[in-house]
């Protein structure tokens, strides 16, 4: 019989039907070893409070529905082990700095919307033939994808956004995600849409006012560090500003298709890691 | 008729600038910098206006310096010098890593991640000591006849 | 590239103001450690208005006032413009700043004028 130990867990209700301000409820639970806050939260609503809300879907930190404010820290709660945090308390509340919509489910809106005004697609010049015609494939190599491959393990949990003290206050900065976003798409080689994307992050709401507090990059769940990302997205504008930005003109070299085939025919397997 | 619910306005306001959570220290000190910024430049404002009471002469200007050479005002200088010497240091260190020096390169993520905060932590640091060394030596002017 | 620009001007003036800012602490407010002169002799009106009178003083007060309040006034506009304000608070909020700036600058920069040009005590 696996050993439990009784936590309490203090959980922020909010009933737009009911409360006009959010109100606390302690609910104690045995936890054993290994039970994440979304599992505990589900035996919550199974014995103790039916009514109890929130958004998850994965249960395994790859779709980043289950943001939520867990003692005092933005956390994906399938991702968080409750006895690993070490308290007897846990306090579990909706994300700060978006709306909450019902108990523990914050509106998201915002954060989309934002990601979204940062164009987060590759734009290939317009004027290139490429784009309707295609002859092959834009080389990317392993060192042009390490610029940004770090970037595009976000899964737009909006962990960042809660944890950024800019976003406390302004509505309309575009916060870490979508900055780090802009960096990951305007640094890609095969990008060249800087000067499009101008109008949305080299405005004031843009990534100087971040002022590198760190706390999206300690909330962040997949390591993307989007306060790296920003301070990258500063050089780049920087040194586009005084001329030595990416040329406009430079589209990432096409490699042919015959050539791909090719490749793809000549292509030798890496050797065997399992000794027969 | 029914009224929509509304949802809860969940924003911290300038709370969130000051706490908002169990965050690193950095946080602290974008705050620190922010508070040391505008006392800065508040002061700079007015010690441009009553440094222009030079020219209504010596006298009124003699006033001026007998009022600054009371204990009260050593102190609030020193303070002055402090916040001075602090938003100096980690000016340094924002100019270096709002470049986007010392925080490495970008790499594929591994568990447990290192974030840039964590990587220019030694920078961080070093300029504190840097900083609190400068303000231990100008403390010497408490003592200035 | 107009916020760039202005932010690029921001950091740009950093090392300047330190640079400058301290011969100023180390002149008037660590006299004895550096001049061997009281406090109170380096703040008088004759030793001030006798090192107001150099070139080297002009230039640099001239560069540090400039620097200082550039440096000073974006970031406080950048302070406030982080609250919740509306599209016509923030055109107050801009003007309002450029206003206070351009004001302290200019009696700022004609009391440095006015101690160049006296013909000391």
């Known amino acids: 019989m696996t050993d439990t130990k009784q936590i309490t867990f203090r959980i922020r209700r909010y009933d737009p039907d009911v409360d006009t301000i959010p109100h606390w409820e302690e609910h104690k639970l045995n936890v054993p070893d290994g039970m994440t806050v979304l599992e505990a939260l589900h035996e919550i609503k199974a014995e103790q409070a039916p009514t109890l809300a929130w958004r998850s879907s994965c249960r395994m930190g790859v779709c980043g529905s289950c943001g939520m404010f867990i003692n005092h820290l933005p956390m994906l709660a399938c991702q968080t082990q409750v006895l690993h945090l070490g308290t007897d308390v846990v306090t579990v509340a909706p994300l700060p700095n978006y709306d909450n919509v019902k108990d523990l489910v914050p509106n998201l809106e915002p954060l989309i919307q934002k990601h979204a005004a940062i164009k987060p697609f590759i734009i290939i010049i317009t004027n290139s033939k490429e784009v309707d015609e295609p002859t092959g494939e834009f080389i990317q190599t392993p060192e042009q994808r390490d610029e940004y491959s770090q970037f595009t393990f976000c899964i737009k949990c909006g962990l960042c956004l809660a944890a950024c003290p800019t976003v406390a206050t302004d509505p309309l900065f575009l916060g870490p995600q979508a900055l780090a976003q802009a960096y990951r798409y305007t640094v890609d080689n095969r990008d060249c849409g800087l000067q499009e994307r101008l109008e949305a992050i080299d405005a004031f709401h843009g990534p100087y006012q971040c002022h590198m507090a760190g706390a999206c990059s300690q909330a962040c769940p997949k390591g993307v560090d989007p306060a790296f990302g920003i301070q990258l997205l500063k050089r780049t504008l920087v040194l586009d500003s005084i001329g030595f930005g990416k040329k406009k003109s430079s589209v990432a070299k096409v490699m042919p298709l015959a050539d791909v085939v090719k490749a793809i025919e000549e292509f030798a397997p890496p050797p065997r890691t399992v000794v027969k | ?145 | 590239m107009r916020e760039t620009r202005l932010w690029s001007l921001h950091i740009l003036v950093i090392p300047i103001i330190a640079v400058l800012l301290g011969m100023h602490f180390a002149v008037q407010h660590y006299a004895p450690v550096f001049y061997g002169m009281s406090v109170e002799k380096a703040r008088d009106f004759a030793t001030m208005i006798e090192r107001g009178r150099s070139t080297a003083q002009f230039v640099v007060y001239i560069l540090l006032l400039a620097a200082g309040l550039y440096h000073g006034l974006y970031g406080t506009r950048g302070i406030i413009r982080e609250l919740p304000l509306s599209p016509a608070m923030v055109k107050v909020v801009d003007w309002g700043i450029l206003t206070v700036g351009v004001l302290i600058f200019a009696l700022g920069t004609y009391v440095t004028w006015w101690t160049f040009v006296h013909p000391g005590v």
Request: without cysteine; charged residues 15%; glycine residues 10%.
């Open chain 2, 1 to 145: 008729m029914t009224n929509k619910p509304t949802a809860y306005n969940n924003r911290l306001g300038l709370k969130g600038w000051v706490y908002a959570g169990n965050y690193t220290f950095e946080r602290y000190l974008y705050i620190g910098h922010r508070l040391s910024g505008l006392g800065l430049i508040a002061y700079m404002v007015l010690h441009i206006i009553e440094t222009a009471n030079r020219m209504r002469g010596e006298e009124a200007w003699a006033a001026l310096m007998g009022l600054f050479a009371s204990p009260v005002f050593k102190v609030v200088e020193y303070l002055l010098f402090a916040a001075a010497v602090f938003h100096a240091m980690n000016g340094v260190r924002l100019l270096l890593v709002e470049l986007g020096f010392f925080l490495g390169k970008p790499q594929e993520p591994i568990f447990p991640y290192k974030s840039s905060v964590m990587k220019h932590r030694p920078l961080t640091y070093i300029i504190m000591l840097l900083a609190g060394l400068l303000m231990a030596l100008g403390g010497s002017s408490l003592f200035f006849k």
